[in-house]
């Protein structure tokens, strides 16, 4: 016995003290009990490393961190007990070839999202390794053994290494007790240096690896030989390993393995976001190669745009949803693939609201079919609901992209309800088997987990739409909410097409022209068995609006089909409030703001919580110079959907039109976070640090732009700013070559801001000759301000239909729903 504790077993023991199992007589439960050595109880260096653990432990409350339950003394002896995982360590589970792809997604990014809140606690584990990271039964991970960490804040009232004398220092590291484990150190604690928190991500790194291809990629006979190693040696590439892992998880990895932390990746987060991106890549039958972005955001292919440079520069992204058929993002930013996190730098610029009551998220359900393809299935159900959910004006349900954002992942329900700002959950699963279907369903308090209200049926696929709208009721009523007006139904149509428009719908969420071509042949299949199913007819709309910025046909063709689609939706459903919000969208894209304001008045009538059509919105007011209201509407989608990178994006824009440059790049860098390979994010930041008037920050952050396209036309601006003629001369020549018709304007902006009128506005003239449809941003393009005070610049507006007098005639008001 120690205390109240009965000692079961010993677990392990380290330069830092023995574990035991134990059980806590008094709880009745099991625990794992850490004992500090005896003569380490005398060694007050020792002893205080100790008490820094037990403090460190207690801060780090998240879900992949193993709980610190008490610190405690009985007798003189000194120990601390945690949660009892009961599972294997990493080292006791890697295979010599390598654990599978999907364990090693699993792992990777649980263990990057335990170290980035560690992190962002001013944590450095300092001996991260297989063996202090543990698989539960269950299969949740758990780094263990912050016995090693060091607090980065300075003045910190504990000893750290870098305070104990060189003597001192030689004594521990012999005893292993804190300079950490040779074959998992980063090359600044080979060589004894201070460390910060990207010495965990090197450790991460070798984690990674060794994950993928069962092998370390650093060896030695001896500890001196391995150390030297670590200092001197590049590994060969995880896929010259194991030749079928995607080669982007080699780079993710190869930039944790960087030898000067400068050049390492900088965030755990970041390492977090990536795995989680290059996952759902992979899971959804894109590319190994590189990450590639589902349709709510497809990144255009530098050099395929014909006659839609603008839909790929000036980015006006399309999500695939019934619900929310068009989402312009005027962020002039292809979006990117979602990886939920909240960021300071989010929270500095959106202020969440308060948490109401009546607020909800729908999770994912789960495909509980012995078919897993049936997943489209579950996925689909779970999106009707939230559909159905978000026509209630008195209900608050967060977006699908949010909500959806936590597929897979085995976060618990509180963190899911605070980082989505909601106060209930609604999760369930979804049992097909022919045409029987069993649906469970659960609503659950955010805020402590407990369930409010559970429920099964069990029913044929005649019956799917009862159901739903069943779920729904019950909801409204465990809520309690008030509804002023009758409750909303789910389109009915028949069982097959509904089955046919669900599964076309996942798959037009892969982005890929393939992937198109099966949906629209399913689209067409659940249309000859019901000509008048509107979301079907969306669907089809959506593609076609999508396909050119995938470098197949033109924009005017996908244009003239969308159309074409969206009229057959509203001559089936004339209130159907998507493709009213279609047809706003595609009249920005033709430059009609008058027509584009008729539409959307429409469906935000219909449907006043449509994402779809606020964000749509939110362009059309932008382009009418009306940026306090813009900014309204993207600060509350921001609120609404915060992992929404597009939403981000679009509100930076805005903020850098209000001269809010460093709340502009606040926002990109929440996007990034979100969203770390998003094309032409830093773009923008160099962007707003160019009009911010650091030129040389701005040059550094372009170099980081992975789109070539992005880079062509900020870089000729940077180096005028710098003074280096020469090479914006260069850069705005290869600009011109390159894309002088279907860059007009883009070249337009880059003459006037250095100072080229002339060659400016001979450059909006061809803009109007060859239609370019950024034209629509003219008035408030900032790098144009030089031309508003020349004689011309009036005259240039109104050929464009964009001169004050005729932007007030255009009447357009936008009321948010209440938060």
């Known amino acids: 016995m120690l205390g109240h504790y009965e000692i079961l077993r010993l677990l392990g023991k380290g330069g830092m003290g023995e574990v035991w199992r134990a059980r806590d007589t008094r709880l009745k439960r099991e625990v794992a009990l850490k004992v500090l050595p005896a003569e380490v109880a005398k060694d007050p260096s020792r002893l205080a490393r100790f008490q820094q653990e037990a403090e460190t432990v207690a801060r780090l409350n998240h879900a992949h961190i193993v709980t610190l339950h008490s610190v405690e003394e009985d007798a003189g002896v000194r120990f601390l007990t945690m949660e009892l995982v009961e599972g294997e360590s990493l080292d006791q589970i890697i295979d010599r070839g390598g654990l599978p792809l999907d364990s090693v997604f699993q792992i990777g990014t649980a263990v990057a999202d335990a170290l980035a809140t560690a992190h962002e606690e001013h944590v450095v584990h300092r001996d991260l390794k297989p063996a202090n990271i543990m698989v539960s039964k269950a299969g949740v991970v758990k780094v263990l053994d912050f016995g090693l960490a060091k607090l980065t804040v300075e003045n910190s009232a504990l000893p750290s290494i870098d305070e104990i004398d060189e003597t001192r220092r030689r004594e521990l590291t012999r005893q292993g007790t804190v300079m950490g484990t040779v074959p998992y150190m980063s090359p600044e604690q080979a060589r004894g240096l201070p460390v910060d928190h990207r010495s965990d991500i090197f450790s991460l790194g070798i984690v990674l690896y060794e994950l993928a291809t069962g092998q370390r990629p650093f060896r030695g006979a001896t500890m001196s030989d391995l150390s030297s190693a670590i200092l001197r040696d590049t590994p060969p590439p995880v896929t010259e390993l194991r030749p079928e892992l995607p080669h982007h998880l080699g780079r993710i990895i190869a930039h944790c393995l960087e030898k000067d932390p400068e050049q390492r990746t900088q965030s755990a987060r970041d390492i977090r976001n990536e795995l989680r991106s290059l996952r759902d890549e992979v899971r959804h039958g894109g590319s190994a190669e590189t990450v590639t972005a589902p349709p709510s955001g497809p990144a255009a292919p530098a050099g395929t745009p014909r006659r839609a440079l603008w839909m790929a520069i000036a980015a006006v992204a399309v999500i695939v949803t019934a619900a929310t058929m068009f989402v312009s993002a005027r962020s002039r930013v292809p979006a990117g693939p979602p990886a939920l996190m909240q960021s300071a730098a989010s929270a500095a610029t959106v202020v969440p609201a308060a948490i109401d009551k009546r607020s909800i998220a729908v999770l994912p359900f789960v495909n509980m079919s012995s078919d897993k393809d049936q997943e489209y299935f579950s996925d689909g159900i779970s999106e009707e609901l939230l559909n159905l959910l978000a026509k209630i004006p008195e209900l608050r349900v967060a977006a699908r992209t949010s909500s959806f954002s936590f597929k897979g992942k085995n976060m618990p329900i509180p963190e899911i ?306 003074g280096r003629r020469a090479e914006s001369d260069e850069a705005l020549g290869n600009l011109i070559a390159r894309y002088e018709k279907d860059g007009a304007f883009n070249i337009a902006y880059v003459y006037a801001y250095r100072g080229e009128r002339d060659r400016a506005f001979e450059w909006l003239d061809k803009a109007i000759a060859y239609q370019d449809p950024g034209l629509g941003d003219a008035p408030t393009q900032p790098f144009l301000a030089s031309l508003h005070s020349d004689p011309r610049w009036l005259p240039f507006l109104r050929r464009i239909g964009k001169a004050p007098e005729q932007l007030a005639k255009i009447r357009f008001k936008v009321t948010l729903p209440p938060e």
């Not at 700002?421 to 979804?430: A, Y």
């Not at 649906?439 to 009862?466: K, M, N, P, V």
């Not at 798959?507 to 199913?533: C, F, H, V, W």
């Not at 996908?558 to 459903?573: F, I, M, N, P």
């Open 417 to 722: 309800g605070k980082q989505l700002n909601v106060s209930h959950v609604l999760e369930g699963s979804v049992r097909r088997s022919g045409d029987k279907v069993r649906i469970t369903a659960q609503l659950i308090h955010a805020d402590d987990g407990y369930h409010l209200w559970s429920e099964t049926w069990d029913r044929t696929l005649d019956d799917i739409f009862a159901v739903q709208d069943e779920i729904a009721a019950d909801v409204v009523r465990q809520l309690q909410v008030t509804m002023l007006g009758s409750a909303p139904k789910v389109r009915k149509t028949d069982p097959e097409a509904y089955a046919l428009y669900l599964q076309a719908r996942a798959l037009s969420r892969q982005g890929t022209p393939e992937a198109m071509d099966k949906a629209d042949g399913l689209l067409n299949r659940a249309l000859e068995i019901d000509p008048r199913y509107a979301p079907a007819w969306n669907g089809l709309a959506v593609n076609a609006i999508n396909r050119p910025r995938l470098g197949v046909g033109t924009t005017a063709e996908g244009v003239a089909r969308a159309r074409a689609a969206t009229a057959k939706a509203l001559e089936a459903d004339p209130e159907n409030a998507p493709a009213h919000a279609g047809l706003g969208f595609i009249a920005l894209l033709e430059n009609d703001i008058a027509d584009a304001a008729t539409h959307l008045e429409r469906a935000l009538a219909l449907d006043p919580s449509g994402l779809g059509a606020l964000s749509t919105s939110a362009t059309l007011l932008y382009l009418l110079g009306r940026i306090n209201e813009t900014l309204a509407i993207e600060e509350f989608l921001c609120r609404r959907d915060p992992v929404n990178p597009g939403f981000h994006t679009n509100l930076a824009s805005s903020q850098i039109e209000k001269g809010r440059f460093d709340e502009a790049i606040a926002s990109l860098r929440t996007a990034l976070s979100l969203s770390p390979g998003r094309g032409g994010a830093h773009s923008l930041v160099a962007r707003a640090l160019l009009l911010k008037g650091d030129a040389r920050a701005a040059l550094t952050e372009v170099e980081k732009e992975p789109s070539e396209l992005w880079r062509m036309i900020t870089l000729p601006m940077i180096y005028h700013a710098l």
